[in-house]
């Protein structure tokens, strides 16, 4: 769980960069390479990087990891669309991806926790009487 | 064969030369008249300069008139590199007849819309072209000429723009950050009380 958890938090991070460097240094964008722009390098790179840590994690809970896989194309594809086409909405949709994705994660990471702990109280004893006689516990006659 | 210009257009010189010339004058003046009168428009020009990426879209209006005494039917086109970037609204639209071209009242005038879409991604730095107000046949049958009236349309498109991002992309990025602070909050509290 954490691997994939601290994934989605850097993956989240570098979506974060981007849309600044987006905002901010729009036309870095604009160079390009093997006849794409930067925007779409760029929005491959960081969603590789999920990609790598949705398959390292593939072996513990299943749905963010999946997850992960599956948004990998769209998100890369919202954020090159959203520079070349100057359309906002699809930059919307490259941001709520890693906010969903996150809010899963952190939810996910919190119950994980809360199971954990819930497993300590049964090991406390009872203080309720018993019925204990010498042929052993819970026999009456 | 000396004969002067005015003797060979006189009935007796060469009656044949001449009435070829009434009979151009007669045809060139059926074309012409309307041509000239029929359509009015404004501006003439549309030039107009942006930063890349800067405006996705705006839009420039164009005035078209009838000074006839006939309706007409105006039918808009556009040509040239910058056809990509233009759409027009109304693309076709009736004129009604107008007061005449000798009066002084008002024509009866149409606006039409040209809006420019320009992506960033764009390989020149100049666009031209035209757009053309021809007039076509009414439903009535009038002499339908081949009148065209055009607007040179002219676009410079300027260094690249900062990205200039709507309120709910903002409002986005704040939730975000808020997201990335309170999952690290989490997780250390958790760890703390663990």
């Known amino acids: 769980m954490?691997?994939?958890?601290?994934?989605?938090?850097?993956?989240?991070?570098?979506?974060?960069?981007?849309?600044?460097?987006?905002?901010y240094y729009t036309e870095m964008f604009e160079s390009k390479i093997l006849n794409y722009n930067l925007s779409l390098w760029s929005a491959l790179?960081?969603?590789?990087?999920?990609?790598?840590?949705?398959?390292?994690?593939?072996?513990?809970?299943?749905?963010?990891?999946?997850?992960?896989?599956?948004?990998?194309p769209i998100s890369t594809y919202l954020f090159y669309a959203s520079w070349t086409q100057m359309n906002y909405m699809y930059l919307t949709g490259f941001i709520i991806i890693p906010v969903i994705m996150l809010s899963i994660a952190t939810i996910m990471k919190f119950?994980?926790?809360?199971?954990?702990?819930?497993?300590?109280?049964?090991?406390?004893?009872?203080?309720?009487?018993?019925?204990?006689?010498r042929e052993g516990i819970g026999t009456n006659y | 064969m000396s004969q002067t210009l005015l003797e060979k257009l006189s009935p007796q010189g060469n009656p044949r030369l001449l009435s070829k010339i009434i009979i151009f004058m007669v045809l060139l003046g059926i074309c012409l008249v309307p041509t000239v009168k029929a359509i009015?428009?404004?501006?003439?020009?549309?030039?107009?300069?942006?930063?890349?990426?800067?405006?996705?879209?705006?839009?420039?209006?164009?005035?078209?008139?009838?000074?006839?005494?006939?309706?007409?039917?105006?039918?808009?086109?556009?040509?040239?590199?910058?056809?990509?970037?233009?759409?027009?609204?109304?693309?076709?639209?009736?004129?009604?007849?107008?007061?005449?071209?000798s009066s002084e009242k008002p024509s009866p005038s149409q606006y039409v819309v040209v809006t420019f879409s320009i992506p960033r991604e764009v390989a020149e730095?100049?666009?031209?072209?035209?757009?053309?107000?021809?007039?076509?046949?009414?439903?009535?049958?009038?002499?339908?000429?081949?009148?065209?009236?055009?607007?040179?349309?002219?676009?410079?498109?300027?260094?690249?723009?900062?990205?200039?991002?709507?309120?709910?992309?903002?409002a986005l990025i704040v939730i975000l950050t808020i997201m990335l602070i309170s999952s690290v909050v989490v997780v250390i509290m958790r760890r703390y009380y663990e």
Request: charged share 15%; aromatic share 8%; glycine share 8%.
């Open chain 2, 125 to 170: 730095s100049k666009y031209t072209g035209t757009i053309t107000f021809s007039e076509a046949p009414t439903q009535g049958g009038t002499l339908a000429t081949a009148i065209a009236l055009d607007v040179g349309v002219k676009l410079n498109i300027g260094t690249m723009a900062k990205a200039k991002f709507p309120v709910y992309v903002t």
């Open chain 1, 45 to 72: 790179i960081v969603n590789v990087i999920l990609v790598i840590f949705s398959i390292i994690s593939i072996r513990g809970p299943k749905l963010l990891p999946i997850l992960g896989i599956i948004v990998t």
């Open chain 2, 40 to 101: 009015g428009l404004g501006p003439t020009q549309l030039g107009v300069t942006v930063e890349k990426g800067a405006e996705t879209s705006f839009t420039r209006n164009i005035l078209v008139w009838n000074s006839l005494e006939t309706p007409l039917h105006v039918k808009a086109t556009v040509s040239g590199s910058i056809a990509p970037f233009i759409k027009l609204e109304p693309e076709e639209f009736d004129l009604a007849a107008g007061p005449g071209m």
């Open chain 1, 2 to 23: 954490s691997k994939i958890f601290y994934g989605i938090w850097v993956y989240s991070i570098l979506c974060l960069i981007l849309v600044f460097l987006y905002g």
């Open chain 1, 111 to 133: 119950y994980e926790k809360e199971s954990r702990r819930e497993v300590i109280p049964q090991r406390t004893i009872s203080t309720e009487p018993q019925n204990v006689t």
